[in-house]
């Protein structure tokens, strides 16, 4: 990958462990340990010191800022994707992936990001 000045970008992820991925579910170290979903797109998490993601809570209040997760995403127990808590996790505060969210969960996903940052689909 090239940089805006013509340079070469070097990967910032260790090659020792898996890149987190669009659409992934990672536990993370942020104000405790929890899961994350990683929104930041393919394959940036190579050149990214931190990735956009989605924590994961079992406080459910049913806006439309949330999207409903469970077993089929690959997590234990029912809970939500609170896109108003969206947040930059750095590369060395992911601990292990834990799986990753359906298709239609994702983009659920980006259709709260869109009311969450008052972004009308479609509009350019």
């Given at each position: 990958m090239t940089t805006r000045t013509g340079?070469?970008?070097?990967?910032?992820?260790?090659?020792?462990?898996?890149?987190?991925?669009?659409?992934?579910?990672?536990?993370?170290?942020?104000?405790?340990?929890?899961?994350?979903?990683?929104?930041?797109?393919?394959?940036?998490?190579r050149y990214l010191n931190a990735l956009l993601a989605v924590?994961?809570?079992?406080?459910?209040?049913?806006?439309?800022?949330?999207?409903?997760?469970?077993?089929?995403?690959?997590?234990?127990?029912?809970?939500?994707?609170?896109?108003?808590?969206?947040t930059l996790v750095r590369l060395d505060e992911f601990e292990h992936r834990l799986g990753a969210v359906r298709r239609r969960t994702l983009d659920a996903l980006c259709d709260a990001l869109a009311f969450t940052v008052a972004c009308q689909t479609g509009a350019r």
């Open positions: 340079g070469q970008h070097t990967p910032t992820f260790s090659s020792d462990r898996p890149v987190p991925l669009r659409g992934e579910v990672w536990l993370a170290n942020l104000d405790k340990e929890r899961p994350v979903i990683i929104l930041t797109r393919n394959p940036m998490g924590p994961v809570t079992r406080t459910i209040r049913g806006g439309r800022n949330e999207v409903p997760l469970g077993s089929d995403d690959g997590l234990r127990y029912e809970c939500v994707a609170n896109l108003d808590q969206l």
